[in-house]
């Protein structure tokens, strides 16, 4: 009995152990981000963690700093999210239990009315990723979400409803992690 008890803990200080020892990546997310002739500053840059460990860095884009995070949830102008994947923890279904979840929260469990998009966006996940990989999800008021990995373009998600309930996975009342959101909102 003993034996395995010791075991069982050896196993699990070498998982916990291996969590702490995978490499990780130092983002590099720009000051300044420009895409179809617009121009976003960085508002507010943090980390995801997982497991003690960081997975990907977040990071706000708005024309203009602003810490209030409902304005920007709500507001129908151009703004970006970039995700730096820094952990080899993050593989494509693993983002998209993330985003599911994020959507879940971000409204209050009432995804039915962006179904359709959020199955949209999924569909953009159609490559592996590694460590080093970056998304941007860039919103424009006329086309939508633009979704680009690593500076190429993947897909455009239109809609004022689904850019509010992606941005609120962050920003919401009930943000995917309540410290990141405080980062990216400049604080």
Known sequence: MIYSFQKIFICILVLVGSFFITPSIASHAPSL???????????????RVRFFMRVYESSLYLTSPSSD???IINKDEQMAIRMDVLSSLVTVGAMLQALNEGFEKA???N???????????????NSDVVSGDYY?????????????????YI???SGLEFKKAFFG???SDNPIQKDLKKQMLGG
């Open 33 to 47: 981000l420009e895409y179809e002739g617009e121009n976003f500053v960085l508002n507010g840059q943090g980390s």
């Open 69 to 71: 995070a409902g304005e």
């Open 107 to 109: 409204t209050g469990g």
């Open 111 to 125: 995804t039915s009315s962006i179904d359709s998009e959020i199955k949209k966006l999924a569909k953009s996940f």
């Open 136 to 152: 941007e999800f860039i919103y424009l008021p006329n086309s939508g979400l633009n979704v680009l990995k690593n500076s190429e």
């Open 155 to 157: 897909d455009t998600i």
């Open 169 to 171: 996975i962050w920003l």
